[in-house]
């Protein structure tokens, strides 16, 4: 709808505008649309620029000055060239993204929300949760902190609007109110009362039964962080947004969320494949796995003791853990050494004759190196292998 | 039956068309701001075409790109001393309730044109 564009550039567009050029860019955002032919998203500027509506709504005289006006605008990035006029063909231009994507509609146009008018009768209503303090967008006005509103009494029809602002949001059209019965049938509920304790119609009731606030808090969250390539649509954003309330409330986190459900890149339609993932993923979240870390050297020693002890089926003496002790520290020495050399890539001057001498093959190497470590073995196989003479064959 | 959005648009419109042609251009964009902001009901009731939001909300001086609410007023005021506005008294304060204006039907303005 327009009037969605309309409250776009009226809270999004740059604090440089002249009031001209920001009178003009509502006037040209109302003639705009969202959606364009075939329900592609669009935002083009449908009547060219010299209608002479354009003139009259903006109060300039001349076509000429209308022109100026939108090229001004393009310069500052309120609206894109969509055409250039040449050639006998008129300039068209259509609305720049003026808010972020993934921002909801009612937090992109937080200065009306029709849950407002329901403040004093159910309180609930309100919650939309919307992420207002988060919405900003890069060179534009920034957060906007709304503030607490007056509360409208109770015998100005309040309660009747936000009866209509429920059937509103639930999708249904709305019938203008008479006074006749300003609460809607729910008696007569006081401004002071706290929400939740009154009554509200039928409809708020069904609207929001399912989440509760801080899951809207959390579903608001997750869906400001997720890009789907263009602003939700109301409906959308209710859907998801009690779907996603589900889940929190089934023990899911706003981050654990947007890593399951916010990685949208490639998806031709991002807002089915979100829907479709949040639809198929389980309510209760899964329990948190064990905490998997390495062990710090102190742990793996203490672990390594009480295995040896448990295998020795019982304490170990002081003799023994020093010998591990000695053990440990040996191979780690070791390790060291190993380390450093295939680091350096140089083996050190000595290495062929260790090798020879089979000191490098302790515990770990075939058994013919470790058959020719000195002492082990009375006879070699090689006479150029064998270091000690007496034992060459 | 038309939506609120749909009679707000429709309120918008018909500001943008049928506005006194004296008014200066921050004015102009003041009115539409205060449209937008406007629920629309039957004739007669308390509530149609009433600003709803107080005019010293910060909200209004983000739309009409003002520094204080003084100023909010000061247009309110000017507004409805060119008769696009009435003063009404609701809550025991002051509010604005855009009149009935009778100005040059251009086009389809207090309509939607449903492109």
Known sequence: MAIDLILEVLDYAPEDLTPQERLAAVVFAEDARIWGPGNRLDRKIYTPLDDEKYQRRIGVS?????????????????LESVQRGQKGKAAEYRISRLAPASAPVEAQHPGFRPADVSTPDTGVLNDFSAPESSVQHPGNRGAYS?????????????????????????????TPNTPTDPTGGQGDPSPGAPSGEKGGSDEAASINSAPVVGSQDAAA??????????????????????????????????????????????????????????????????????????????EAIAASESAAAADSGGELTEAERDAGRAWREQRAAQRAQSAAQAGSGVLSPGAGAKRREGALSVGAGPARFARSIPGTSTRCRSPRSCPDPAARP | MPTHDEYRESLVREVMERAPTDLTPQERLAALAF?????????????DRVIRTPLDDVMFQRRISVSSARKVRDLARALAAKGLLEAVELDGGTRYRFARLSGPEHDKGGQTDGH
């Open chain 1, 62 to 78: 001349s076509e000429r000055k209308v022109k100026e006006l939108a090229q001004s605008l393009a310069r500052k990035g309120v």
């Open chain 1, 146 to 174: 709304r503030p607490p509103k007056t509360p409208l009494p109770a015998d100005v029809p309040g309660a009747a609007d936000a009866a209509s602002s429920a059937a509103r949001r639930a999708g249904e059209t709305h």
């Open chain 1, 221 to 298: 969250q997750v869906l400001a962080r997720v890009d789907f390539g263009r602003m939700l649509r109301r409906d959308e954003r209710e859907r998801l947004t009690a779907r996603l309330g589900v889940l929190v409330a089934g023990g899911w986190t706003a981050d654990a969320l947007t890593r399951e459900l916010g990685d949208l890149r490639g998806a031709v339609s991002p807002v089915a494949v979100f829907t479709k993932r949040a639809r198929e993923l389980p309510d209760a979240a899964p329990t948190a796995p064990a905490q998997s870390r390495a062990l710090t050297a102190a």
């Open chain 2, 35 to 47: 449209a937008a902001d406007v629920l629309v009901f039957e004739p007669g009731h308390p509530m």
